[in-house]
Each structure stands twice: as structure tokens, then as C-alpha cells.
């Protein structure tokens, strides 16, 4: 059986198994403190200075001594001689290490001072906070941060004890000194982090407080979330041993890499009557995420990320304070974080090594061997080597270090080459983002990426560079060796001076694949219906794309030869239940090949962005909720993966009413997602990178392409690795009438059209050996990627599709669509000031005016020009036409400003407001729109954006409007047919399922059999006792899913267009984390009883007790005329599965663990 349960990481389970050496299990080895050192002088909470050194218990005595008991502490008094309650704690602490002596002590215990009832020292700012260089702290209890620290408290535990007071969950005054003394008991992050909340509150927890106090340390140190913790405990190990050792190939492991635990916060307006600023900053529990190379060479704590909360963001009027907010120091327990890079509404900080003292930031005192704002900089983007660039593209050029990426293989420094651009007569670059790689290269990256095949390219990130190496195939070194292009380097380092080692590792970021089936974008069937393709192809298209969505989840297709089997695979494919699981287990590699939910991700296909950053405004509930099954029952979190689990345990549809039932709900939401949202799945299609051709034996209007599989669909049907025969070429965005392009594929013709977009696939001997790339030639007068959107070599995707209906109607635009309009270019500003002039403009300036004025390059304020631009585009569009001046203009404004951080320029504001404020553009998004994003938009009462008559006249109806309407029709007759075929008479009725209520007949009878032998009732009234605990907790569902009331958190207005409804709300009304969390809750209770019983071991109880609740479903729904509830696969999914497979027989299951079942893949059946 797969009991899912407990998931796991392979690459964090060896790190869990292996045991903490002795040396550091006696000594405990204490995560980096870049803290307050000796002698610093801090502010207490009450107000008042202390001036200490802590060394040991004795010191800690005397800390006890100044620490008054609540009860004897006023409002705003000081602490001063120790009352009663004090010198009570101290003498139990002489007992060292007894728990039982200190709650012995006939005193109130000692607890953190109380100071302001109404004031938290975590939720308000302290004064100064008009100084711009005032440090912003947002923990200022230095007494309790003290404690943390010299008790050896683990970081990890320190963070979460920051993180429930600035919650408002718990206070300080509440905790008692001899709990933090308990809490440094534990050595580990894994033992302390659990069990911190438990131990700090004497009162119940509030269930979404920390779903993990529940557990004894024992159990909760074998549960899957925290893996967490011992990614922190490992990587405290690793850097203890080797500052470098978080880069990877350490010798103690070198697959383990670190950077991957995520420091978060968030930025939110202070409560009413704060004193001191209008923002307070609000921790977040840490999370497993995404690795990067900055966050590999300093460790995961060394960054913290800060997300403005939706109230503060820039575009509701908190721009200029934002702006000087973050420009201040946060300080966090003892540490000074300083912003480095901001990401719209996100801001990264890094810790420096300065010294917060009262509050002010010493400037004679620092951490000793911890690195500076400055040294951070200098050895990653040093200013005084890059002095040609201008400060706004070396501002941008310090985010290649917070790429996403993987360590793939060290380079050593002298194998690290140059290689020419190549650039026509005309003066373009023709290999523009693109270098070279040797085999020896590849295969380590194949190794690091766990790929099958050496990839033909990577995207990567080394030496300062970025974009592609390509395989080089005739180096035969056994070292790794890359060749980089000028184009490709964007930071300069030293050649006679050491290199940071984090330099020299190529940081992969994805490697080469062809994606077979592509999904049309709005754009491009926009563009491509400008371009003569008749609606009628795409409505046909469209049709069949809704059609193979879900026909083969209907309940014509359960009969059959491995009906079951080939049901699972649908449902897994769909449902992305493979790529869910690897995400949750590793999300690093999930990403790095590409693991995607097709068709319930919210992303827009049409993303402008050219990567996506990381979501930190994630659900603030216990990140043990969201995505991952319920621990304590088993259930999945999604109705897909709840199908396939069911599906694999031996359930079918035709018999068991509640799969049934989340199989008919399934198909009718990827249905009327694929429906609304207009998914045009193309069966001819594929899509890879462009990349320049190695060899230069492409002639101009020559391409080359090969898959690594037979994964494309040929038109027979057959699946084949190449294309013969015409297809359209383009990539994203795709706004031009030239971004898409009319190609010819007539395999082994020489004869290239005079026009030099009809280009032709040719079978080139000497790139045989790159796979899984689409290869343009490097001879001709303009890079070919340029046509489409004006893209480059470094990891930009073109998409191909061969559908022979689509391809013959295309007609290509003329080629001056391609050239940029004059009066774009006077639409913007350049960034003028050179590094080297900023270098010495700034010389004279202290250093915290230096920093204030090299934050403003780092922490730009976003510009709303690419979405307004986007916006205006399309309005043009479908007003004028893709052909008409405002529409090219807009597509060029908008292309440009996606680049200007990159190269340096910025809309002027004129351009900016007078097309902006064109009352042409005075309209609100049409319908098809706001049905594709799911939200429309607020507080414009403009009319819907439509195509006039005159413009329908000359260029026909605008084809996302026909589309639109044609899928409202659609949407009634799809939903109605897979309604028809659900409640089909014919269809097998459910019954009973005698094999789930087998345990509770068995254990029955077993029960009587023990009566009739030996007098004893013992059994039957134990398994009452079972009955009893299961109709409570039924009863207490029912209460649950048809009680009204309030949701905890509103659904967010991505989610939903329907209008926020007011008064009570119903269970299926709130958002599906609260959901989650509630039946959670509810699932717990049921597995933590009836408890003590003799007669059944635990296994035994589990099965007899999921086996009468399914049971006692049955009778309830047949008394009460009712349809069977979830309640049963809510709360025992894992257990009913068990016994549905074990009662199939010894031989027909296998044991088998998740970390072995998720690598598996179902095979390919032939078609029924």
C-alpha cells in the first residue's frame, strides 16, 4: 500500500536519517548569530537601557533578578529590585535542567516584564522614525532575544517564537523565562520548532496557531512537514563546517546544496493609533521553496523577503513612504537586514554585519567575520569594474544572482573562454544570448538536472553571465569548459584577483525540451486571425481541444481491457497530480523540468513577464494545509489526486457513489475551465528554444529541428520526431502582425523563397547531435528571432504549429511591422548616470547617505507601463486592427518598457500621460477578457471595449468576440452532455461496498465469539466505544459543512468575479484553505479516539473504526433519504483505501513507499 500520509523528499530524508555527530550532539554547534555582540547597549522594552554580558548561567541569574513577575509589574514601571516571584525562579533554576523543580516553586513563575497592555513590541515601530537612517525594529525585546540566544535556543525556533508575537498570538509578558530555558533544550530545529508554541502557552492553542503542537516530539518529528526544519538544521551543519559549503559538492554530501528555506514578511498598515509609523512589519513562518546562488553562498537566514500587504501597495497612494520605509534598516531578533532588490511589491533584504544599539546602528561596531552591505556587493556586482555601465542596468544586473537555479557543475577559472559575437554587416547580432558548453559540461548538468539525455542546451548563469550554452560537440576535454559571448557578460570581475567561488558554478536554470500539444495564446489567434486565418478554424480547433479534455473521463470509457488504468492517467494528467507531488516534495526540481498544472493553474498563458517570480502572499495558514494531504487521514487536498488515489486502492465509479461523484465533478471543471477560459489545445504543435546555429552551415531561411523522442503528433496521427510540410512560427508576447510567421518545411528542398521570413526545415548533417531546439541560421542581414517580437538567444521559446487547416489561410504581414516606429524612441528617457560618475558623485557623501543613493537604483519604484501599455494595445486592436499605427506603436512602447530596466530606459512621463489619458482608450475590459482572467476590474463604469462597425467592415468581426460567443454555447451543451452521461439510468447503481464494512462485521462477531467463550464483554464494549466517537464526530460534520457563519479570510478577487456576498455564509461559500482546515481539524479529533483499548492494537482500531464510519454513512443516508456524505473519506481515506486493496487478496497489492510510487509513471495503453 501507499500511504501518503507522511510524503518525503528522497534528498531530505538522507538528511534526516543521518545522525548529528557526537561532537555536535554534545556541544551543539549554534546557528550563525549576527546578533548583538558584548557590550552592545539595547533598548529594553520598557524603555529603559541594560548594559550586559552575557557568559553563561550566572549572567543569566542576574538577567533573572531584573526581570519582574507580571503580576507585580505596573503599566510603564522599570524594573528594578527582584520581587518574590523572581528569586522563586532562581532557586528552582539551581536545579539544572529539572522541569519538575521549576513548576514545583511555590511562586508565580518569572515572565518577560509587562509594560503597555495595549502596546506589542513586535506590531508597533520604535521612535525615530522620521530619521531616514533609523533602523526600523521590529523586535525590540532585547531581555527575551537575550534569553533565545544564550540558552542556545535553535534559530528556527527563535524565528517562530518572533513570529507568534508579531502575530499579536502570543505576548511577551506572557512567557515565562523557565519555558525559553526549556525551549534550549533542543538541539535541533527539527526537535524545538514543533513544539515552541506548545511549550511557550500554558492555555489551548488555537488549531491554526501551529498545527504541529499537537504532536508529541516523537510523532511530529516523523511528519513531512518538517522537512523544513531539517533543511535549517542541515545547512546550520553544512555552513558551520565550510561558509561555502551551501554552493554544493561539499565532500561530507555533495548532492546537497542549501538556499532553499525562504525568510518571509510582510508589510502592513499599523494598527490605529500607532505611535511611530504608519507600517508594521509582520513575520511569517519560514517556508521550503526555491534555491539561488546568493542564497547558496550566504545561507537561507542571511535574506529575508518582505511583500507589501495589498493595503500598502504602491498603486493606493503609499508610494513615497513605502519608499523611504524600506530604504530603512529592519532589525529582526538582534539582526539588521538591508533591501537589495525589489520585485514589484516585493522587496529582498540582506543581513549585514552591523550593530543595532538602543535604536541606532552603531557605527564603531560590527559582527565580527560577518560580510557588509558593501562586501556583499562588491564580491557579486563590484561597482568599481563595471564603471562603463550605466547605474540603472547595474541595478538590474545584481537579479542575476537571485535567479532561480540549481548548482550544476565548477568551472575552474582558466576554463571559463571567450568567444566572438557574430554580427552582420547590418550591425546585428546574430548570436545574440547564446554561448557553448563541452560534453564534459553537459553531463554534469545532465547529472545535476537529473535528466536522462545530455541536453543539447541549458540556461544557466556563470561568471557573471547569463542566457544559453549550447553543446559543443568536438571538445573532448574531460573538464568542463564553456565558451561565453560579450553579449552573453553583464557584470565584470577582477582577473587578477581571487573570485568568489559562487562565480564559477554554472547555476542552471532549465535545460533544453520539446513541449508537444502547445496552447494557442490570445495573441497569437488575434494575430493570426489579422493574418487571414478565418474564425471558423479556431471554433473547430476549439471544439476538439473541449472535446479531448474530458470525453475519456466519461462513463463510456470504464468498460473495457484497463479501462481503470487509462482512467488514472487521464485524471493524472489533468489534474497535474505527478508534477503536484514533485513540487511538493522538491520544488527546485519541479521548476527546473518544467512541472506545470495545465488546467488549474491561475496563471495567465499570456504571462508578459519572462519569468515568473515566486508567490510570498501565500495563504497564512500552517503551510501544513495548504497543497499537501490531510497527515492525520490521508485525504488529498485536490479532487483529482483524492480520484487517483481511490483509483490505485481499487475503487471504480460505477460502484462507489462518492468517486463517482468527484469524477463528474472533475470533468465538468476541466471542462468549463478549458470553455471559459477559451484553451485552444493544438494537436500539431510544439514548442522549444531558438537557438543560433553552431556550425554556420544554415543558409538564410534555413531551420533545423529534431525531438530527443517520438513525442510529436504527425498528421496521420502517428507520433514522430520531425514535421515535414508548412507551419507557423512565433513566440510570446505576440503583438505584431509580423510575430507570427508563415514558414515552409519541405525536408531536403534547397530552394529558400526571395522573402526572408519563408523560411524552410532542412536536415542539416552536422546538427544532428542537438536535439530538442529549434537551430536559426547566423548568415543573413538580421537575427531571425528578431522578426518575432524582437527576441534574442537566452532562452527565449518559439512555437510552432503545423495544423495543415491553419497554415494554408495564413498570409505573412509586410516586413515594416518589424522595424520600430521613430516616435517610440522619443517616447523614453535613458538612464544617463554611468557608475563611474555615481562613484564619484558620491564620494564626499557619509555612508548612509552613499547607501540612501544607491538604493535608489536598487529599489526602483514599478512603473505601471507594460500592463497600461498591454492595456492600450489591445484596446487599439480591437478597435483599429493589429495593422493600424496606434496599435504597432503600443506593441513597441510595450516590448520596450519590458526591457527598459534591462537596458536602461524609462517611459518619459509626457508620452506616458497623454496616451494614457487619450479618451479613445476611455473603456473597461470586455467580456471574453474578464471571462479568460477571472476578475474584472474595479471602480471603471466605462463602457466594455467592443470592435466598431466601420472597423468590422474592413477587417470582419473581432475573433476573441466570435469566440467568446461561441463558447457560451458551448459551455451549455458540454455541461449538459456530461450531466446526461452521469445520470444515465443504465448506469450500474452504487451499492453498499461489503468489503469496507467487512472489519466492523468481523471485529462484531469476533466480539461475540469472546462473550460466548469466556464471559467477558470487554470487546463489545470497546468497539461501542468506537461506534460512539465515530456518530459524534458525524454529527459534529453535519454541523460543520451546513452551519452558517463568517469566513476567516475573504476569497481573493483573483479568484472570483461574483460580487462579495454579505451576512452568513455557507461551508462550500468559504475558501478552500478554510475548508481545509476545518475538515482538518475535524479529522484529527476522529484519529486521536476512542484511546486505551485492550482487545484492538492501533492498526486494528484504525480499520474497524474507518469501516463502521463508512458503514454508519450508509445507514444514515438510507434513513434520512440523502445522498452518502464525504465524511468517512474525509476523515479515513487512507485507512478505507487499505482495506479496499487488502481485500482484493495477499497477491493482488504491493507495500510499496511514496518515495518509490511517485517516481513511477503509468505506461501508455493502446487505444480502446
Known amino acids: 500500500m501507499v500511504n501518503r500520509s507522511r510524503p518525503s523528499s528522497s534528498r531530505i530524508s538522507q538528511d534526516a536519517a543521518r545522525p548529528v555527530p557526537a561532537a555536535i550532539e554534545g556541544s551543539r554547534i549554534p546557528p550563525p548569530d549576527f546578533g548583538v555582540p558584548q557590550e552592545a547597549s539595547t533598548e529594553s522594552v520598557g524603555g529603559g537601557t541594560q548594559s550586559s554580558t552575557w557568559e553563561g548561567d550566572d549572567e543569566f541569574r542576574s538577567l533573572l533578578q531584573h526581570l519582574p513577575s507580571t503580576q507585580d509589574t505596573a503599566p510603564n514601571s522599570q524594573a528594578t529590585d527582584p520581587p518574590d516571584s523572581a528569586q522563586g525562579s532562581l532557586a528552582s533554576l539551581e536545579v539544572l535542567g529539572k522541569r519538575k523543580a521549576i513548576s514545583g516553586s511555590p511562586q508565580r513563575p518569572a515572565k518577560v516584564p509587562r509594560l503597555d497592555s495595549e502596546y506589542n513590541v513586535f506590531l508597533d515601530a520604535r521612535p525615530q522614525a522620521g530619521n531616514p537612517h533609523a533602523p526600523f525594529i521590529v523586535s525590540s525585546d532585547e531581555r527575551l532575544e537575550s534569553i533565545l540566544r544564550k540558552k542556545g535556543v535553535p534559530y528556527g525556533s527563535q524565528w517562530e517564537v518572533a513570529h507568534l508575537l508579531s502575530t499579536g498570538k502570543l505576548k511577551s509578558h506572557e512567557i515565562e523565562i523557565e519555558r525559553l530555558v526549556e525551549l534550549g533544550k533542543y538541539t535541533s530545529n527539527a526537535q524545538a520548532v514543533p513544539v515552541t508554541a506548545q511549550i511557550l502557552s500554558k492555555k489551548a492553542l488555537d488549531p491554526d496557531m501551529n498545527v504541529r503542537c499537537r504532536l508529541s516530539p516523537e510523532a511530529a518529528s516523523k511528519v513531512y512537514y518538517l522537512s523544513l526544519e531539517l533543511q535549517q538544521d542541515k545547512e546550520e551543519t553544512m555552513l558551520a563546517k565550510d561558509p561555502y559549503a551551501g554552493l554544493g559538492f561539499h565532500e561530507d554530501d555533495p548532492n546537497w546544496f542549501g538556499g532553499k528555506i525562504h525568510y518571509t514578511a510582510r508589510i502592513e498598515p499599523s494598527d490605529s493609533g500607532s505611535r511611530y509609523s504608519p507600517f508594521k512589519v509582520t513575520l511569517r513562518r519560514p517556508e521550503l521553496g526555491v534555491s539561488s546562488q546568493f542564497y547558496r553562498r550566504y545561507g537561507s537566514s542571511s535574506f529575508l523577503t518582505v511583500k507589501l500587504a495589498k493595503a500598502v501597495s504602491s498603486d493606493r497612494g503609499y508610494g513615497d513612504a513605502i519608499e523611504a520605509f524600506v530604504r530603512r534598516p529592519l532589525v529582526i531578533l538582534g539582526r539588521v537586514f538591508r533591501a537589495v532588490r525589489r520585485v514589484d511589491d516585493s522587496f529582498i533584504y540582506f543581513r549585514t554585519n552591523e550593530v543595532c544599539v538602543g535604536d541606532k546602528i552603531s557605527p564603531d561596531e560590527v559582527v565580527p567575520s560577518a560580510p557588509s552591505l558593501w562586501d556583499f556587493l562588491n564580491a557579486q556586482n563590484p561597482l568599481r569594474l563595471n564603471t562603463a555601465q550605466t547605474m540603472g542596468k547595474w541595478s538590474t544586473r545584481l537579479a542575476l544572482g537571485f535567479s532561480t537555479s540549481v548548482p550544476g557543475c565548477l568551472v575552474d577559472k582558466g576554463n571559463v573562454l571567450s568567444e566572438n559575437n557574430v554580427v552582420s554587416a547590418e550591425g546585428s547580432d546574430l548570436t545574440d544570448g547564446a554561448g557553448f558548453m563541452n560534453k564534459a559540461a553537459a553531463r554534469a548538468l545532465r547529472d545535476a538536472a537529473g535528466c536522462h539525455d545530455i541536453p543539447s542546451a541549458v540556461q544557466m548563469r556563470i561568471d557573471g553571465a547569463k542566457g544559453l550554452l549550447i553543446l559543443y560537440p568536438e571538445d573532448d576535454s574531460e573538464e568542463p569548459r564553456v565558451w561565453l559571448r560579450p553579449s552573453q557578460k553583464k557584470i565584470q570581475y577582477a582577473e587578477d584577483e581571487p573570485q568568489d567561488q559562487s562565480t564559477l558554478i554554472i547555476n542552471l536554470l532549465r535545460t533544453s525540451k520539446t513541449k508537444p500539444i502547445c496552447r494557442l495564446s490570445v495573441e497569437a489567434i488575434i494575430i493570426m486571425a489579422e493574418n487571414r486565418v478565418h474564425c471558423d478554424i479556431f471554433k473547430a480547433l476549439f471544439e476538439q481541444s473541449v472535446e479531448n479534455t474530458y470525453e475519456s473521463l466519461l462513463p463510456s470509457h470504464w468498460d473495457g481491457e484497463n479501462a481503470m488504468e487509462q482512467l488514472y492517467a487521464k485524471v493524472n494528467s489533468l489534474g497535474g497530480v505527478n508534477a503536484a507531488r514533485a513540487a511538493r516534495k522538491d520544488v527546485q526540481r519541479a521548476r527546473l523540468h518544467g512541472h506545470v498544472d495545465h488546467f488549474f493553474d491561475t496563471k495567465d498563458t499570456d504571462s508578459d513577464a519572462e519569468e515568473v517570480e515566486a508567490d510570498i502572499d501565500a495563504d497564512p495558514a500552517p503551510y501544513a494545509i495548504a497543497g499537501w494531504e490531510d497527515p492525520a487521514s490521508g485525504c488529498p487536498a485536490t479532487p483529482a489526486e483524492i480520484v487517483c488515489t481511490m483509483l490505485q486502492a481499487g475503487f471504480q465509479p460505477q460502484t462507489c457513489e462518492f468517486l463517482r461523484a468527484k469524477l463528474e465533478w472533475l470533468t465538468k471543471r476541466v471542462a468549463q475551465r478549458s470553455i471559459k477560459q477559451m484553451r485552444i489545445d493544438v494537436a500539431h504543435s510544439f514548442s522549444a528554444w531558438i537557438v543560433p546555429d553552431p556550425t554556420g552551415r544554415l543558409q538564410p531561411g534555413q531551420m533545423y529541428f529534431k525531438s530527443s523522442s517520438r513525442d510529436l503528433v504527425g498528421l496521420d496521427g502517428t507520433p514522430t520526431d520531425q514535421v515535414l510540410g508548412d507551419a507557423l512560427i512565433t513566440r510570446n508576447p505576440c503583438k505584431l502582425p509580423t510575430d507570427v510567421q508563415k514558414v515552409r518545411m519541405p525536408l531536403g528542398r534547397a530552394d529558400a523563397a526571395a522573402h526572408p521570413l519563408q523560411w524552410t526545415f532542412v536536415d542539416e548533417p552536422q546538427l544532428r547531435h542537438l536535439f530538442d531546439v529549434i537551430v536559426l541560421p547566423i548568415n543573413g542581414p538580421r537575427r531571425p528571432a528578431d522578426y518575432l517580437g524582437g527576441g534574442d538567444y537566452d532562452g527565449d521559446k518559439g512555437t510552432v504549429y503545423y495544423d495543415p487547416q491553419m497554415v494554408q489561410q495564413f498570409r505573412n504581414a509586410g516586413l515594416r511591422y518589424a522595424d520600430e516606429p521613430e ?196 470487546m463489545e464494549e470497546e468497539l461501542q466505544r468506537i461506534r460512539k466517537h465515530v456518530e459524534e464526530l458525524y454529527e459534529e460534520y453535519r454541523e460543520v459543512v451546513s452551519a452558517h457563519g463568517s469566513p476567516r479570510k475573504q476569497r481573493s478577487p483573483r479568484k472570483s468575479t461574483s460580487p462579495r456576498k454579505e451576512g452568513p455564509f455557507l461551508f462550500s461559500d468559504l475558501p478552500q484553505a478554510e475548508q481545509r482546515r476545518r475538515m482538518r481539524a475535524l479529522s484529527t479529533k476522529y484519529g486521536s479516539g476512542p484511546r486505551d483499548l485492550l482487545t484492538l492494537g492501533n492498526e486494528e482500531i484504525s480499520r474497524v473504526r474507518a469501516s463502521y464510519a463508512y458503514l454508519y454513512d450508509c445507514d444514515q443516508a438510507k434513513s434520512h433519504g440523502r445522498r452518502l456524505s464525504p465524511f468517512p473519506w474525509n476523515v479515513a481515506m487512507t485507512a478505507l483505501c487499505d482495506i479496499k486493496a487488502k481485500a482484493r487478496g495477499p497477491t493482488s497489492f504491493v507495500i510499496i513507499t511514496t518515495d518509490f510510487a511517485d517516481n513511477m509513471r503509468m505506461r501508455r495503453f493502446p487505444s480502446q
Open 823 to 1018: 516616435s517610440v524612441a522619443s517616447s523614453f528617457d535613458s538612464d544617463v548616470e554611468k557608475v563611474g560618475a555615481f562613484l564619484e558623485r558620491t564620494s564626499s557623501l557619509a555612508p548612509n547617505e552613499q547607501l540612501v543613493e544607491l538604493q535608489k537604483f536598487l529599489l526602483p519604484r514599478p512603473h505601471f507601463a507594460v500592463s497600461t501599455y498591454s492595456k492600450l494595445h489591445l484596446y487599439s486592436t480591437i478597435k483599429y486592427g493589429a495593422r493600424a499605427r496606434d496599435s504597432v506603436r503600443f506593441a513597441y512602447m510595450f516590448t520596450k518598457s519590458l526591457d527598459g530596466p534591462k537596458v536602461g530606459v524609462t517611459v518619459k512621463p509626457a508620452a506616458f500621460t497623454k496616451d494614457s489619458s487619450d479618451r479613445r482608450w476611455a473603456c473597461r475590459m470586455p467580456d471574453w477578457k474578464v471571462a479568460i482572467d477571472g476578475k474584472d476590474e474595479e471602480n471603471n463604469n466605462n463602457p466594455r471595449c467592443t470592435r466598431p462597425k466601420e472597423t468590422a467592415n474592413k477587417c470582419g468581426p473581432f475573433v476573441m468576440e466570435s469566440l467568446y460567443a461561441f463558447s457560451q454555447e458551448l459551455d451549455r451543451t458540454r455541461i449538459k452532455q456530461i450531466e446526461d452521461a452521469f445520470s444515465d439510468p443504465a448506469l450500474p447503481r452504487p451499492k453498499v461496498d461489503e468489503d469496507l464494512t467487512a472489519p466492523w462485521r468481523e471485529a462484531n462477531e469476533r466480539a461475540g465469539r469472546m462473550r460466548a467463550a469466556s464471559g467477558s464483554a470487554l
